[in-house]
């Protein structure tokens, strides 16, 4: 009785020192708000570890000649032999065209939005280009087969293919093309289309971030319109305009569903443009179900683990190039 | 030396008439090509407007064309037969994008509060370039992951290792409009709470959360729109399932004796479809009218998704401007 007395006496007095030494809580807050954000960290790392435990067979077995250019490459579910270099081309010949495609395009929208444009257009034009980024990538990939593709992609691959006989051009545009239209060519279209929008955004925003100063400074010089943007205001941005087109390449790169549909998804026998092909997305996409074997499977995880690699890669140059723009801007502010 | 003389006297005089009619020419080149800069800007954004009315137009025609009511309260029929709908997948879209949102929102919110408290400590900058590295993972390497993760290790597909898929796709996207929003939160607000003698944690779910709560929805809602779009993360870990029926699991369960939780559980088990899962698949079906059932399916999902974009920016647009009034 009297002892239990004691040790009710003491308990509120431990709680207040409890209370104390948490801060009122706020010690647990921290924590928990730290342990919540390190899980995100975690969470990247056990991505990379995860898919780096799952290919170990294929990566025992191919070692580094699964990601290296052979001329004899093979991805034979029967003799079990795998190479990714089929894909790995597919993936970068479609990403790079796409690039070539939609830079100029891009770059020219930017310019419109953040310099030429009148006030009143400015907004509901950016709005629909960011739309565009919006629309799922299933919905191009429908509009890519049966509209885009014989519509667009088929009388140029057409067109293409009696270029094909310039020498020069043979081993990229040899045709004939397949009636579908599916081909490496719809699916660097089809990318262009789908990455022109982030990069506009994201070049459009470098243009806005670049002060007034800079512009006015070069028309008091006597520069015309087109002098300033192209002497000062794109030479200024350069490092956010290349890291915009390095993020625009790392969406390229892992584009799965659109890309998957309109590729065609067969072994390139040739280097061709115009002849269907697989990229290492689409690939991983459309056999994964299918693959029964372990060596199949781990072959296919680790044509993701060489993705994931390069677009984390890509991302972190194309987040230092933009930061430097910011860095640049504000200090150029400050001054 | 006269001649010399004479010599430069001639050039002296032709000098100038000759910059002069080269500033002439170079000033109307200069004008030409201001013009032809500024022109093709102009067409570059024609061009790139170009693809989106023509995707727009034609899904809303030819999708427009084939939608019916059967659509959303028809189950699909055995491959062969015509009509039916595409009721399981409407229930596949919600089931996985709310199980998304549970997964993400909370962990999200959380973590953006690290991230504004302590931008500059090691784990801070360290967890917002994890946080842009993951946004810049291909949704496929994602699905994989998952597969790895979920599917391999409980040996079957499931909606929730689809959930988890599509939760790991949202999280940037919340962790970043949560972390922009919170630094909107006037640091006045802050600092009266705290001289009230609020502790942090007070502060930060009384004062800061609500204050910035709907910006954040909108963000959450902008990101839940994009995982109902996703595809690619679902292939090999909701699968896809033409007889998901989610009442009839849930009841089945049910009747077998189960609680309501594991009735539910038995249901985000199950492998499901979604809109955009159907729609890959229906998109090279042989039959004509699943095609058509794809042009359906394209419709509502672009609907869908246009009109939670546009009305979450407008939005936007609208508070910023009240702000930039006041």
New interface residues.
Partial sequence: MLHSRTSAQATPDILIRLRKSLKHGDRIWNAGTAAIATLVLVLVFSIGAMLWVSSEAARKQFGLGFVLPTADYAWNPVTSNFQAWPFIYGTLVTSLLALVLAVPVSLGVAIFLAELSPAWLRGPVGWMIELLVAIPSVIYGLWGVYVFLPAFVRPLGVFLGVLGSVPGFQSIFVGPMPESGSSLLAASFVLAIMITPTITAITRDVFLAISADQREASLALGATRAETILRVLVPYGGSGILGAIVLGLGRALGETMAVTMVIGNSLMGSYSLLQPGYSMASVVASQFLEATDELHLTALIEVGLVLFFITLLLNIIARWLVSRIDRQSSRTAGA | MSTTTAGIAGNAQAVPSQRFSDAKSGLAS??A??????A??????V???I??L???G??IY?GGKSINVELFTEMPRPAGMLGGGVLHSIQGTVILTLLASIFAIP?GV??A???V??PNTL??V??R??????S???????G??C???LV?TTGHYSALAGGVALA?LM?PTI?RTTEEMLKLVPRTLYEASAALGA????T?LSVMLPTALNGIATGVILGM??AA????PL??TA?GNDRFNAPQIFRGSRALGASVPQALFDVVNQPVDSL?LT??KY??HPSPDR?EQ??AT?FV??VL??AI??MA?SWV?RQTAKQRGR
């Fill in positions: 200069r004008h090509t201001n013009l032809a800069v500024q093709v800007a102009v067409l570059a954004t061009l790139a407007l693809p989106l023509w995707i727009i034609y899904v030819q962990p959380f973590a509060f690290y991230v408290y302590w784990l801070g360290a967890v370039s994890a946080t842009d590295i993951l810049g993972v291909p949704s496929i390497v994602i994989l992951f597969y790895a993760l391999k790991i999280l962790i502790p942090e944690w007070k930060s729109a994009r779009g996703e595809t690619a292939l090999f699968l955009p729609l890959y998109a090279s095609v794809a042009w394209a999902l672009l998704v246009l974009n546009i920016r647009a």
